[in-house]
């Protein structure tokens, strides 16, 4: 059976699905490493396991009402410059004092 070569329409619908997916993808890729990060700050200034500084993004989101990738974003810059709203302070606190700190290895116990 002699195959039917594909329209131009088709192959160009499929160009701009298959660029749209890629886009998609590095999108992820890139809010993948934004909330890394910020659980990598978490970890190191909150004291807590990196599946608590998890714990404590998603909580500050979803009490904020703001995605994720948002509050991992303000982390970032909370970091890098020392701003931070405050309603997303106040929250990382809350949050930080429900999942942590943690006790760190061979370090001394807390008083």
Do not use: C, Y
């Amino acid at each position: 059976m002699a195959q039917v070569p594909h329209e131009p329409a088709d192959e160009t619908d499929r160009i701009f699905a298959l660029q749209e997916e890629v886009d998609q993808l590095k999108e992820a890729i890139v809010s993948h490493a934004v909330v890394d990060q910020a659980i990598g700050m978490m970890v190191a200034l909150g004291r807590v396991a990196p599946d608590q500084g998890w714990a404590v993004l998603k909580d500050v989101s979803q009490h904020t009402n703001i995605k994720l990738r948002n509050v991992a974003e303000l982390i970032l810059i909370w970091g890098r410059n020392g701003e931070l709203p405050p309603e997303i302070k106040a929250e990382l606190e809350d949050a930080l004092d429900r999942h942590g700190p943690t006790q760190i290895p061979e370090a001394p116990p807390e008083r």
